[in-house]
Structure formats: C-alpha cells, structure tokens
C-alpha cells in the first residue's frame, strides 16, 4: 500500500528553521550579554583595585611629604644651630685678637727693630718703629710674611735715616719705618699656643724696649 502525504512539508520545514533561527538568535543575544556583564564586573573590580592602589599611592606621598618637610625642617634648625655656632666661635675669636696681635709683633720683631706705634683699623694694621739697619727691617717683613699664623701681606710704607742722640750725647743712626700687614684667622690649632703667651711677650716686649 502507498501512502501519499499531502500536506504542506514545505512550509513546516520553513517554519522550523525560522524557529530554530530565533532560537539561535536568542541564545547568542543572552550568552553575549552574558560576556558583556563578566567583562563590566571584571573591569569594576581593575577600576576598583587601582583606585585603592591610588589611594594608598597618594596616602604614602602625603606621608613622605610630611617626612620630607620634617627633615627641610630639621636642615634649617641644624644651620642655624652651626650659624650660631660659628657666630660665638667667630666672638670668642675676636675678643682675644688684640692680645694675639701683641703678641704676635713682640714674636716677630728682630733684636734692633724697636716698635713706636701700633694702630689698627679694621684688618689692616699700621706698624711704626725704628731699626739699626735697613736689614733689620728686611727681616721683620720676612718674619710677618713667613713665620706668623697671625699676619700676612706685609708692606713697607716708608722708611727713612734719622740721627738720635744718645745717653752720653754721641750721634747714633738709625731708620725711621712705617708698615701695614693684615690680620688674619690661623687655622684652628694656633690660637691655642698663642693665647697663653702674653706674659711672655709683654716680658721680651719690655726688655726690647728697654
């Protein structure tokens, strides 16, 4: 027996693939919106992960910043500590400079160079006095100029003959010189020996002059 089928197949078969397309359709609509959202909540949580990393980024640059203002802070107090410092130093230096000076010219001065005069304006000193011999003078610019920790840049201003009398009325010659030198700071270590030596060098100061 053969049995004939006389009913549309064609539509049906046309119907069930467009069926089967929205299915589809439905199915890559939902699994993309299913990705679209895995990939929104991953990107949430980077967003959020680097904005904690920031935050703690810019709490450590707070804090640094405080650290470094404490430190700029403690610079300053320490410079002004050795401004202080080097202030008291620089007095305590300074009120014992008239007596090294004294005694750095009684040191200095050669036998036959007889000091009249000391004057001082700022560094610069101004020396008087008479000599024997133009040598001696010679001398006394070596000694200034080579041997003191105290002065330098010794210059002869004038110098000149002069004729003096002496105790039994003979004529005796001698050299009329005036100098300048100045004054400087020795290194830290020679104020030391200095400052304990001016009753020595008043002592030889007298016995020159005498």
């Given at each position: 027996m053969i049995l004939i089928n006389l009913?549309?197949?064609?539509?049906?078969?046309?119907?069930?693939?467009?069926?089967?397309?929205?299915?589809?359709?439905?199915?890559?609509?939902?699994?993309?919106?299913?990705?679209?959202?895995?990939?929104?909540?991953?990107?949430?949580?980077?967003?959020?992960?680097?904005?904690?990393?920031?935050?703690?980024?810019?709490?450590?640059?707070?804090r640094l910043d405080a650290q470094i203002r404490d430190i700029a802070n403690l610079r300053a107090e320490i410079e002004a500590l050795k401004a202080r410092q080097a202030a008291v130093e620089n007095l305590q230096t300074d009120r014992n400079l008239p007596v090294h000076l004294l005694d750095e010219l009684v040191r200095q001065t050669p036998e036959g160079v007889y000091l009249t005069a000391v004057r001082q304006t700022n560094q610069v000193i101004a020396v008087s006095g008479v000599a024997q011999t133009n040598e001696?003078?010679?001398?006394?610019?070596?000694?200034?100029?080579?041997?003191?920790?105290?002065?330098?840049?010794?210059?002869?201003?004038?110098i000149k003959a002069t004729t003096?009398?002496?105790?039994?009325?003979?004529?005796?010659?001698?050299f009329e010189f005036?100098?300048?030198?100045?004054?400087?700071?020795?290194?830290?270590?020679?104020?030391?020996?200095?400052?304990?030596?001016?009753?020595?060098?008043a002592s030889a100061a007298a016995t020159r002059s005498s």
């Open positions: 009913l549309p197949h064609r539509e049906e078969k046309r119907r069930q693939r467009k069926r089967a397309f929205f299915v589809g359709l439905g199915a890559a609509a939902l699994g993309g919106a299913v990705v679209v959202g895995l990939w929104y909540s991953v990107l949430q949580q980077m967003t959020s992960a680097q904005q904690s990393r920031n935050d703690f980024l810019k709490a450590e640059i707070a001696r003078v010679s001398e006394y610019l070596r000694n200034t100029l080579y041997n003191s920790p105290w002065l330098e840049r010794p210059e002869l201003v004038e003096v009398s002496g105790p039994n009325r003979e004529q005796r010659r001698l005036s100098m300048r030198v100045t004054l400087k700071r020795p290194p830290a270590q020679a104020p030391t020996g200095a400052a304990s030596a001016p009753a020595g060098g």
